[in-house]
Protein backbone atom coordinates (compact mmCIF):
# COMPACT_ATOMS: atom_id res chain seq x y z
CA UNK A 1 0.00 0.00 0.00
CA UNK A 2 1.44 3.33 -0.54
CA UNK A 3 2.33 5.48 1.83
CA UNK A 4 1.78 9.59 1.88
CA UNK A 5 4.24 11.64 3.31
CA UNK A 6 3.01 14.44 5.42
CA UNK A 7 4.11 18.22 5.11
CA UNK A 8 5.34 17.53 9.26
CA UNK A 9 7.97 13.97 7.57
CA UNK A 10 9.42 16.32 4.62
CA UNK A 11 12.09 19.03 5.47
CA UNK A 12 10.26 22.64 5.60
CA UNK A 13 11.57 25.06 7.52
CA UNK A 14 9.61 25.88 10.64
CA UNK A 15 9.15 29.37 9.52
CA UNK A 16 7.51 28.07 6.58
CA UNK A 17 5.53 26.00 8.64
CA UNK A 18 4.12 28.99 10.06
CA UNK A 19 3.48 30.62 7.01
CA UNK A 20 1.17 27.92 5.47
CA UNK A 21 -0.50 27.46 9.10
CA UNK A 22 -0.94 31.32 9.40
CA UNK A 23 -4.95 32.06 8.58
CA UNK A 24 -6.25 29.11 9.93
CA UNK A 25 -7.71 30.73 12.76
CA UNK A 26 -8.21 33.67 11.33
CA UNK A 27 -10.61 31.98 8.76
CA UNK A 28 -12.56 30.20 11.08
CA UNK A 29 -13.13 33.61 13.01
CA UNK A 30 -13.91 35.90 10.09
CA UNK A 31 -16.77 33.03 9.54
CA UNK A 32 -17.88 33.64 13.25
CA UNK A 33 -17.76 37.58 12.67
CA UNK A 34 -19.97 37.25 9.45
CA UNK A 35 -22.43 35.09 11.48
CA UNK A 36 -22.69 37.76 13.96
CA UNK A 37 -22.51 40.81 11.48
CA UNK A 38 -19.28 42.27 12.31
CA UNK A 39 -17.20 43.53 9.56
CA UNK A 40 -15.19 46.34 10.85
CA UNK A 41 -13.00 45.27 13.65
CA UNK A 42 -9.27 46.52 13.01
CA UNK A 43 -6.34 44.24 13.13
CA UNK A 44 -5.51 43.01 15.62
CA UNK A 45 -8.30 43.91 17.72
CA UNK A 46 -9.59 40.61 18.58
CA UNK A 47 -6.71 40.26 20.35
CA UNK A 48 -7.74 43.04 22.61
CA UNK A 49 -11.34 42.21 22.90
CA UNK A 50 -10.14 38.76 23.93
CA UNK A 51 -7.73 39.97 26.74
CA UNK A 52 -10.78 42.00 28.15
CA UNK A 53 -13.00 38.76 28.10
CA UNK A 54 -10.59 37.11 30.00
CA UNK A 55 -9.89 39.70 32.15
CA UNK A 56 -6.76 40.63 31.50
CA UNK A 57 -5.01 43.34 33.32
CA UNK A 58 -1.80 44.47 31.57
CA UNK A 59 -3.23 45.26 28.26
CA UNK A 60 -1.36 47.53 27.09
CA UNK A 61 1.61 45.29 27.65
CA UNK A 62 0.24 42.67 26.04
CA UNK A 63 -0.68 44.63 22.99
CA UNK A 64 2.86 46.29 22.67
CA UNK A 65 3.41 42.54 22.40
CA UNK A 66 1.17 42.48 18.92
CA UNK A 67 3.37 45.45 17.74
CA UNK A 68 1.36 48.53 18.50
CA UNK A 69 3.30 50.47 20.62
CA UNK A 70 2.23 52.48 23.54
CA UNK A 71 1.93 55.94 21.52
CA UNK A 72 -0.61 54.51 19.47
CA UNK A 73 -1.95 52.64 22.09
CA UNK A 74 -4.22 54.99 22.71
CA UNK A 75 -5.41 55.75 19.55
CA UNK A 76 -5.88 52.18 18.75
CA UNK A 77 -8.10 51.95 21.60
CA UNK A 78 -10.10 55.21 20.43
CA UNK A 79 -10.73 53.01 17.02
CA UNK A 80 -12.36 50.37 19.04
CA UNK A 81 -14.51 52.24 21.23
CA UNK A 82 -15.57 54.73 17.91
CA UNK A 83 -16.79 51.40 16.29
CA UNK A 84 -18.79 50.11 19.65
CA UNK A 85 -16.55 47.37 20.74
CA UNK A 86 -15.76 48.83 24.13
CA UNK A 87 -16.07 51.79 26.64
CA UNK A 88 -13.98 53.40 28.19
CA UNK A 89 -13.75 55.31 31.48
CA UNK A 90 -11.57 57.77 33.18
CA UNK A 91 -11.07 57.32 36.94
CA UNK A 92 -11.20 61.17 38.07
CA UNK A 93 -8.92 61.00 41.27
CA UNK A 94 -5.88 59.34 38.75
CA UNK A 95 -6.89 60.30 35.32
CA UNK A 96 -6.39 56.30 34.12
CA UNK A 97 -8.16 54.80 31.81
CA UNK A 98 -10.24 51.32 32.03
CA UNK A 99 -12.04 49.48 29.34
CA UNK A 100 -14.81 47.09 29.46
CA UNK A 101 -16.68 45.39 26.86
CA UNK A 102 -19.64 46.40 24.91
CA UNK A 103 -22.60 43.99 23.97
CA UNK A 104 -20.85 44.01 20.44
CA UNK A 105 -17.51 43.71 22.40
CA UNK A 106 -19.08 40.76 24.07
CA UNK A 107 -20.73 39.25 20.12
CA UNK A 108 -16.88 39.67 18.90
CA UNK A 109 -15.13 37.66 21.58
CA UNK A 110 -17.68 35.16 21.81
CA UNK A 111 -16.82 34.58 17.62
CA UNK A 112 -13.40 34.77 18.59
CA UNK A 113 -13.74 31.77 20.76
CA UNK A 114 -15.86 29.96 19.39
CA UNK A 115 -13.63 30.02 15.94
CA UNK A 116 -10.98 29.00 17.67
CA UNK A 117 -12.72 25.94 19.44
CA UNK A 118 -13.59 24.99 15.80
CA UNK A 119 -10.13 24.92 14.72
CA UNK A 120 -8.99 23.37 17.76
CA UNK A 121 -11.04 20.72 17.21
CA UNK A 122 -9.91 19.75 14.25
CA UNK A 123 -6.58 20.13 15.08
CA UNK A 124 -7.14 17.85 17.82
CA UNK A 125 -8.33 15.02 15.38
CA UNK A 126 -5.07 15.44 13.23
CA UNK A 127 -2.17 15.36 16.01
CA UNK A 128 -1.78 13.56 19.14
CA UNK A 129 -2.20 15.23 22.45
CA UNK A 130 1.48 14.96 22.64
CA UNK A 131 2.38 16.74 19.94
CA UNK A 132 -0.40 19.93 20.47
CA UNK A 133 1.78 19.88 23.85
CA UNK A 134 5.17 19.75 21.90
CA UNK A 135 4.08 22.66 19.38
CA UNK A 136 2.77 24.76 22.45
CA UNK A 137 5.89 24.50 24.05
CA UNK A 138 7.74 24.93 20.96
CA UNK A 139 5.58 28.18 20.11
CA UNK A 140 6.74 29.32 23.86
CA UNK A 141 10.17 28.67 23.41
CA UNK A 142 10.30 30.63 19.96
CA UNK A 143 8.60 33.43 21.66
CA UNK A 144 11.58 33.06 25.00
CA UNK A 145 13.69 33.45 21.95
CA UNK A 146 12.26 36.28 20.41
CA UNK A 147 12.50 37.93 24.60
CA UNK A 148 15.91 37.16 24.28
CA UNK A 149 16.99 39.61 20.98
CA UNK A 150 18.37 42.54 21.50
CA UNK A 151 15.77 45.20 21.22
CA UNK A 152 16.31 46.77 17.96
CA UNK B 1 -0.36 22.98 43.25
CA UNK B 2 -1.67 22.46 40.19
CA UNK B 3 0.20 20.10 37.90
CA UNK B 4 -1.46 21.86 35.08
CA UNK B 5 1.47 23.69 32.25
CA UNK B 6 2.11 27.28 32.75
CA UNK B 7 1.48 27.79 28.81
CA UNK B 8 -1.50 25.49 28.63
CA UNK B 9 -4.18 28.10 28.25
CA UNK B 10 -2.30 30.62 26.36
CA UNK B 11 -4.26 30.90 22.64
CA UNK B 12 -2.25 29.04 20.00
CA UNK B 13 -2.98 32.38 17.30
CA UNK B 14 -1.23 34.64 20.39
CA UNK B 15 1.69 32.16 20.64
CA UNK B 16 2.40 31.79 16.68
CA UNK B 17 2.19 35.28 16.00
CA UNK B 18 4.87 36.28 18.49
CA UNK B 19 6.57 33.24 17.37
CA UNK B 20 6.88 34.68 13.86
CA UNK B 21 8.29 37.52 15.24
CA UNK B 22 11.65 35.67 16.15
CA UNK B 23 11.80 34.90 12.57
CA UNK B 24 10.82 37.77 10.75
CA UNK B 25 12.84 39.95 13.21
CA UNK B 26 15.94 37.66 12.91
CA UNK B 27 15.99 37.80 9.52
CA UNK B 28 15.37 41.28 8.99
CA UNK B 29 18.37 41.91 10.82
CA UNK B 30 20.46 38.94 8.87
CA UNK B 31 19.24 41.15 5.62
CA UNK B 32 19.93 44.79 6.55
CA UNK B 33 23.42 43.17 7.88
CA UNK B 34 23.87 41.46 4.40
CA UNK B 35 22.95 44.96 2.32
CA UNK B 36 19.63 43.57 1.56
CA UNK B 37 17.09 46.06 2.88
CA UNK B 38 14.59 45.96 -0.10
CA UNK B 39 12.96 42.55 0.01
CA UNK B 40 9.30 42.30 -0.36
CA UNK B 41 7.24 40.87 2.07
CA UNK B 42 7.06 36.87 1.27
CA UNK B 43 10.61 37.68 -0.97
CA UNK B 44 12.07 35.67 1.53
CA UNK B 45 10.26 32.45 1.56
CA UNK B 46 10.80 32.65 -2.46
CA UNK B 47 14.65 33.09 -1.77
CA UNK B 48 15.12 30.76 0.74
CA UNK B 49 13.09 28.04 -1.57
CA UNK B 50 15.29 28.17 -4.25
CA UNK B 51 18.91 26.64 -5.15
CA UNK B 52 21.87 28.39 -3.38
CA UNK B 53 24.33 26.41 -5.36
CA UNK B 54 27.45 28.67 -6.34
CA UNK B 55 28.47 30.01 -8.98
CA UNK B 56 25.64 28.87 -11.09
CA UNK B 57 22.32 28.33 -8.94
CA UNK B 58 19.95 25.85 -11.03
CA UNK B 59 16.96 27.43 -12.23
CA UNK B 60 13.31 26.78 -10.96
CA UNK B 61 9.82 26.85 -12.88
CA UNK B 62 8.25 30.36 -11.97
CA UNK B 63 4.86 28.42 -11.78
CA UNK B 64 6.49 25.97 -9.04
CA UNK B 65 8.11 29.06 -6.84
CA UNK B 66 4.27 31.05 -7.72
CA UNK B 67 2.80 27.80 -6.53
CA UNK B 68 4.59 27.07 -3.88
CA UNK B 69 3.43 30.04 -2.07
CA UNK B 70 -0.16 30.15 -1.56
CA UNK B 71 -1.41 33.68 -3.04
CA UNK B 72 -3.50 34.89 -5.88
CA UNK B 73 -1.62 34.65 -9.04
CA UNK B 74 -1.37 38.35 -9.57
CA UNK B 75 0.06 38.90 -6.27
CA UNK B 76 3.02 36.06 -6.96
CA UNK B 77 3.34 37.14 -10.16
CA UNK B 78 4.40 40.81 -8.77
CA UNK B 79 6.17 39.51 -6.07
CA UNK B 80 8.44 37.59 -8.43
CA UNK B 81 8.35 41.00 -10.71
CA UNK B 82 9.78 43.25 -7.88
CA UNK B 83 12.45 40.30 -7.12
CA UNK B 84 13.63 40.54 -10.12
CA UNK B 85 13.96 44.04 -10.68
CA UNK B 86 15.78 44.38 -7.13
CA UNK B 87 18.00 42.25 -8.73
CA UNK B 88 17.65 39.05 -6.26
CA UNK B 89 15.85 36.84 -8.82
CA UNK B 90 17.13 36.21 -12.90
CA UNK B 91 14.23 35.53 -14.89
CA UNK B 92 14.54 33.82 -18.47
CA UNK B 93 12.33 31.11 -21.03
CA UNK B 94 12.78 27.77 -20.28
CA UNK B 95 15.18 26.47 -23.15
CA UNK B 96 13.04 23.55 -23.13
CA UNK B 97 9.14 24.86 -23.45
CA UNK B 98 9.78 28.76 -24.18
CA UNK B 99 5.97 29.19 -23.18
CA UNK B 100 7.89 28.72 -19.53
CA UNK B 101 9.63 30.98 -17.39
CA UNK B 102 12.45 30.15 -15.01
CA UNK B 103 13.96 31.67 -12.56
CA UNK B 104 17.22 31.53 -10.36
CA UNK B 105 18.79 33.49 -7.40
CA UNK B 106 20.95 36.30 -8.59
CA UNK B 107 24.76 36.86 -6.95
CA UNK B 108 22.95 39.04 -4.20
CA UNK B 109 19.85 36.40 -4.40
CA UNK B 110 22.40 33.89 -2.83
CA UNK B 111 23.34 36.75 -0.68
CA UNK B 112 20.16 37.18 0.91
CA UNK B 113 19.06 33.59 0.80
CA UNK B 114 22.44 32.76 2.65
CA UNK B 115 21.94 35.22 5.52
CA UNK B 116 18.47 34.26 5.51
CA UNK B 117 19.00 30.66 6.51
CA UNK B 118 22.04 31.59 8.73
CA UNK B 119 18.97 33.45 10.47
CA UNK B 120 16.73 30.58 10.23
CA UNK B 121 19.82 28.05 11.28
CA UNK B 122 20.58 29.94 14.53
CA UNK B 123 17.23 30.03 15.88
CA UNK B 124 16.59 26.36 15.34
CA UNK B 125 20.30 25.87 17.10
CA UNK B 126 18.59 28.18 20.15
CA UNK B 127 15.04 26.19 20.13
CA UNK B 128 16.60 22.64 20.32
CA UNK B 129 18.69 23.88 23.57
CA UNK B 130 14.65 24.73 24.92
CA UNK B 131 12.72 22.02 23.61
CA UNK B 132 13.22 18.32 23.28
CA UNK B 133 12.75 16.47 20.17
CA UNK B 134 9.64 14.69 20.97
CA UNK B 135 8.26 18.51 21.36
CA UNK B 136 10.05 19.69 18.34
CA UNK B 137 8.07 16.74 16.04
CA UNK B 138 4.99 18.16 17.76
CA UNK B 139 5.37 21.69 16.47
CA UNK B 140 5.91 20.46 13.32
CA UNK B 141 2.90 18.20 13.30
CA UNK B 142 0.94 20.60 14.85
CA UNK B 143 1.73 23.47 12.52
CA UNK B 144 1.55 21.19 9.50
CA UNK B 145 -1.76 20.05 10.48
CA UNK B 146 -2.86 23.70 10.45
CA UNK B 147 -2.03 23.82 6.48
CA UNK B 148 -4.40 21.42 5.68
CA UNK B 149 -7.16 22.19 8.13
CA UNK B 150 -6.82 25.79 6.09
CA UNK B 151 -6.84 23.95 2.78
CA UNK B 152 -9.73 21.85 3.67
CA UNK B 153 -11.35 24.98 4.98
CA UNK B 154 -11.73 26.17 1.05
CA UNK B 155 -8.01 28.18 0.38
Known sequence: MPTTRSLADTYVSIPELMRLARGTYKRAIDAEYAARGIDDLPAPGGYVLAYLANGEESIPEMIEGLGIKKPEYALFMDRLVLRGFITRDIDPNDGTASFALTERGHAAADAIFAGGRVVDKQLESKVSAADIGGMRRGLLALAEIKQSLPQS | ?155
Open chain 2, 1 to 155: MSDRLWYADVPVPQLMRVARDVYREAARRALEGAGCDDIPHNGAFVLAGLDHSAPEPAFSAQADVVGSLGLSKQAASQLIDTLVLREYLERRNDPVDRRRMEVRLTDRGRTAAVAIQTAIDAIEAALAQLITDEELCGLRAGLAAYRLIRERSGD
